[in-house]
């Protein structure tokens, strides 16, 4: 297993994060739970020792990082208070009893099995990394990484970092810091990654909830050792909590353990104080620091802890109505007691809820995509739930309900459970419904009411254990089979509802699958301080910048970005960064680098070059036969001036007082003296785009082609509803390309059209694209020749609509795409608010593949790589490839490209053959320099099994059928081909009508 930063082995991590973090909370919390306990817990003492050691670690972190020190520099001193409190502990109660610290053999068993699962993704992808597709990620490593330095106030002054910003006043982002200081804590002492601890320290503490669950069902609901571990058991096989956890919601998981703790402790410590009076204060600050943790790791968990506790307050007020005389005044002092101290412990903690927390959540600015109230399947975990998906129930679905129905009806109803009073679970059943009806009926907000019911529905697993233990003491004998077969079916159904979730997650890292660990490799090559400039570039989607970001938080950071909660705007200036994170296929030399450092995942490293000070982007378009001043602004030390320049059609381009004949295409003059100004000429015959400028110490006069580019120049104008885009094209040695116009609703993911046409190498003139936004019908012409179009018109929806312009080989995206027009469709169907941007440019250079290759074949051709880096598809789908070929020399004989898919015995079960560029651009026609963009798609068998397989990749000569001689690295390799790994993954859910909501708990 791979590792994703930091000294020590990513397989080994799963096995040290939990070690040291159930270290460090036992250290933590055994001389508290020995001073102060309350006696009728001292039972449970071995399970509760970790549950509050970590909600001492969370308190002190919290205060220490709301001063003056980060999590590096208090928790010694948090450990030295603990190794006070424990000698004071031994002092007072005698030294450890060994035995006592062993874990309980079953308990230990099932917390293990929880853990196993919670990292199971972790083992199949062979790295260590993020899980899930969540995107919480983001803010919680960056909130662990800066932390772990110093305290909250400190984020601000960090380098420059789009992360920096989202994080640096974390109640501003509704995000508690429980969960990112006891991660902070973990890599302190492992002198670790926080990418590495993050997926299984969420499996750690999804682990640790089941302990305080089963202690909070025998010490507070009353049931017996067995049952209690039954019904943790179940909570375990829940699948809705394991889906929580994989998506990184950190928070939650940070709160699940502390919500049964603060459920627990409190209720036994206010009968401690009643009974010891003054005397009782260990007790009740125990009690109140575990409810203070509780809002440092989730404020949201108070919402369901609220009803349950005072659901159980109300009930032992009940109670004490009945017992000796003074009880009841006795538990009212203790439990005001207890309420002043909780008040004392909320005042740091209420300017964070109100600064961030309560405003993010009371108005709903976050749904995931949940829009629907989620069935009672779901929340009990019987069929897994996905987000965007109408859940396909399994065939078990309505018996396993049943079944879970009328254990539930059981736990209510029969006379006692287990030995725990009807009663207690009648008001923590009501409570948990009250919660439930709140966030549907009093909140609607869909997306709360899932992840309360991921905490919830543990309730609901309490009383089904509580009704087979009343139902189990009503029979005897063989009787008890038919009831004990129920419950097992039961947690059957819920064990495949987890599988299901699992299964959905072990074909791939859900965020940065291709970019871990490889962008932590940056912390070694890019020095701290060093300035970086990032790339923008739309092909790198938010969380993928984020995760960049994040590997350069050492640096100062300048770009114009967007991460996945983030927009960062630091420009560069005319200084030029001293590196450039770019997306693999972006030109470096548009931005003044050149020579890649590194290639990792989507990005490639570049140094700003040692003669190069800065540039200027200009992108203006000059028309044919017009003129333009330009003036320069180079930094101290300048002595050469590179002009960049892409020209449409060959012709005679005046820089001054110079004429100089340009070719088509991409090209670059050296100026050997920087001008005041520079009267820049374009072509009588043709446009002419002005890239930028780049500032030297030095360089030769002369003129660079940089052949195989791509270049364009775009308008739209709207008359009415028809908008009519203009573009001017040249390809330059490079093809076939789809020009294309997308359209999109983004906000809400709806599509109105996409109209593409597809261009050979060499195309060049003007293409005129004209769009009735009404009925969506398109015109395209190429110099007035009219074009087939490929169109796909999804229909008029209601939305803000917004056309870029795509450029792009098959399935890969070869620029940013830049904006072109944008509209409104309104619900009563009228289209207002067309508006259209100014004239865009887009040159790009021949893209570098994400896998390079450099195959040899015979003497005139390069396979130069393919793209993606990772080739998957699944059963009945299609494997998208795109191959990059370079001619090496013209009048090469016909040829057909080879693509045979085999399994593992080598037998082949799939293939497309054919010539280069769908047929568009066969070999024979190729010239020297001419890059050709060969996309492809492979059917995949609907019938093909998951697995590993083998793809092939070469060239026959066509019709002789005989393989091109093919050569690697200097190597012929077997039946001259490339052999690239494919997986074959798992089929994709199939997705059912959406259901009515569910209304109940």
């Not at 017996?224 to 058991?233: C, N």
């Not at 660990?517 to 060093?530: F, I, M, N, T």
Request: charged letters at 15%; glycine letters at 10%; a positive charge.
């Amino acid at each position: 297993m791979g590792l994703a930063g930091g000294p020590w082995d990513g397989l080994v991590a799963v096995v040290l994060v939990p070690l040291v973090a159930t270290l460090l909370a036992g250290w933590c919390g055994w001389g508290l739970v020995r001073l102060a306990l309350p006696a009728a817990l001292r039972p449970h003492q071995r399970a509760l020792t970790p549950l509050v050691g970590i909600a001492a670690l969370m308190v002190a972190l919290y205060l220490a990082v709301s001063g003056a020190w980060g999590v590096a520099a208090a928790l010694p001193a948090v450990l030295l208070a603990a190794g006070g409190a424990n000698l004071l502990a031994w002092r007072r109660r005698g030294p450890p009893r060994w035995r006592a610290l062993q874990p309980d053999g079953l308990l230990w068993l099932l917390l293990v099995a929880t853990y196993l699962v919670g990292i199971w993704p972790l083992l199949a992808h062979g790295q260590i990394g993020i899980i899930g597709a969540g995107w919480d990620a983001e803010s919680s490593l960056a909130t662990a990484r800066y932390l772990l330095h110093g305290p909250v106030r400190a984020i601000a002054a960090a380098p420059d970092n789009p992360l920096r910003d989202l994080v640096q006043d974390p109640p501003a982002i509704g995000m508690t810091l429980g969960f990112a200081l006891v991660q902070a804590a973990v890599d302190t002492v492992l002198r670790g990654e926080a990418l590495a601890s993050f997926a299984p320290l969420l499996a750690w503490f999804r682990a640790l909830g089941i302990a305080a669950l089963v202690v909070w069902l025998r010490a507070t609901m009353g049931l017996g050792r067995s049952a209690a571990l039954l019904g943790g058991a179940l909570a375990s096989a829940g699948a809705l909590l394991l889906w929580v956890s994989y998506f990184n919601f950190n928070n939650q998981l940070a709160g699940w353990p502390l919500l049964w703790l603060s459920l627990t402790i409190p209720l036994a410590a206010v009968d401690a104080a009643a009974g010891r009076g003054w005397r009782g204060w260990p007790e009740l600050l125990l009690a109140a620091l575990v409810v203070m943790a509780q809002a440092v790791a989730y404020y949201a968990a108070l919402t369901l802890w609220a009803p349950l506790a005072l659901a159980a307050g109300a009930l032992r007020l009940l109670q004490a109505r009945h017992e000796a005389p003074g009880q009841l005044r006795r538990v009212l002092g203790a439990a005001a007691a207890l309420a002043a101290l909780g008040m004392v412990a909320a005042v740091p903690l209420a300017r964070d809820y109100l600064a961030g927390f309560a405003w993010r959540y009371a108005g709903q600015v976050t749904s995931l995509g949940v829009f629907r109230f989620i069935g009672a399947d779901e929340v009990l975990g019987i069929t897994a739930f996905a987000p965007g998906v109408a859940p396909v129930p399994p065939p078990w679905s309505m018996p396993a309900l049943l079944l879970a129905g009328g254990l539930l009806l059981a736990g209510l109803v029969l006379p006692r459970a287990a030995g725990a009073a009807r009663v207690r679970w009648l008001a923590a059943g009501a409570a948990t419904l009250a919660y439930l009806a709140w966030l549907q009926f009093g909140q609607a907000y869909p997306y709360a009411f899932m992840k309360g019911a991921a905490y919830a529905v543990a309730v609901a697993y309490g009383i089904i254990i509580a009704g087979w233990a009343a139902a189990r003491q009503h029979l005897t004998g063989r009787r008890r089979l038919p009831l004990d077969a129920a419950l097992l079916a039961l947690f059957g159904a819920l064990l495949a509802g987890q599988l299901q979730v699992v299964q959905r997650h072990l074909q791939a890292p859900g965020l940065y699958a291709g970019e871990v660990p490889a962008l932590l490799a940056l912390r070694q090559l890019v020095p701290p301080g060093a300035t970086v400039l990032l790339s923008g570039d739309s092909r790198l989607r938010g969380p993928t910048l984020g995760i960049a970001a994040y590997a350069l938080d050492h640096a100062v950071v300048r770009g114009s970005l967007r991460t996945a909660y983030r927009s960062y705007d630091r420009p560069a200036g005319v200084l030029l960064p001293d590196y450039a994170l770019l997306h693999a296929r972006e030109d470096p030399t548009a931005l003044g680098y050149d020579g890649a450092l590194w290639r990792g995942g989507s990005f490639a490293l570049y140094r700003r070059a040692a003669d190069v000070l800065g540039r200027t982007d200009d992108g203006r378009l000059l028309a044919a036969g017009s003129t333009a001043t330009v003036v320069p602004a180079p930094p101290p030390g300048t002595v050469a001036l590179d002009v960049e320049l892409a020209a449409f059609a060959a012709g005679e381009v005046r820089l001054g007082a110079q004429r100089l004949i340009l070719p088509a295409g991409v090209s670059v003059v050296t100026l050997a003296a920087v001008p005041p100004a520079l009267e820049l000429a374009a072509p009588a015959t043709a446009p002419l785009i002005l890239r930028g400028l780049t500032y030297r110490t030095g360089g030769d006069a002369g003129v660079r082609e940089y052949p195989g580019a791509t270049v364009l120049a775009v308008v739209s104008r709207a008359d009415g509803l028809v908008v009519q885009t203009d573009a001017q094209v040249r390809l330059d040695r490079v093809g076939p390309v789809q020009l294309a116009i997308d359209i999109w609703d983004a906000a809400r993911g709806v599509q109105y059209g996409w109209y593409g046409v597809s261009l050979p190498p060499d195309s060049a003139g003007a293409l005129a694209l004209s769009l009735d936004l009404r009925d969506g019908a398109m015109r395209g012409t190429l110099d007035g020749v009219a074009l087939p179009l490929g169109v796909s018109f999804a229909g008029l929806r209601p939305g803000s609509y917004l056309a870029r312009l795509q450029l792009g080989a098959g399935a890969t995206v070869l620029a940013t795409p830049p904006p072109l027009f944008q509209f409104t469709i309104h619900e009563d169907g009228r289209i207002d608010a067309v508006g259209t941007y100014r004239a865009q440019t887009l040159v790009a250079l021949p893209p570098a593949p994400d896998q390079p290759l450099g195959a040899r074949l015979a003497d005139d051709a390069t396979l130069l790589g393919y793209w993606p880096t990772s080739l998957r598809a699944a059963p009945g789908g299609a494997l998208d490839l795109l191959l990059a070929w370079r001619a090496d020399r013209a009048g090469s004989e016909e040829r057909s490209v080879l693509l045979h898919l085999l399994d593992a015995s080598g037998t082949r079960v799939a293939q497309f053959d054919g010539p280069p560029g769908a047929g568009a651009t066969p070999t024979a026609t190729w010239r020297a320099d001419t890059h050709i963009l060969d996309a492809r798609r492979l059917a995949i068998p609907p019938d093909l099994p998951p697995g590993d397989y083998t793809l092939l990749v070469g060239m026959y000569r066509w019709p002789a059928l005989d393989r091109v001689p093919l050569r690697v690295a200097g190597q012929r390799p077997a039946d001259d081909v490339v052999r690239l790994p494919v997986v074959i993954t798992a089929p994709p859910p199939v997705a059912a009508p959406a259901r009515l909501p569910y209304n109940g708990p």
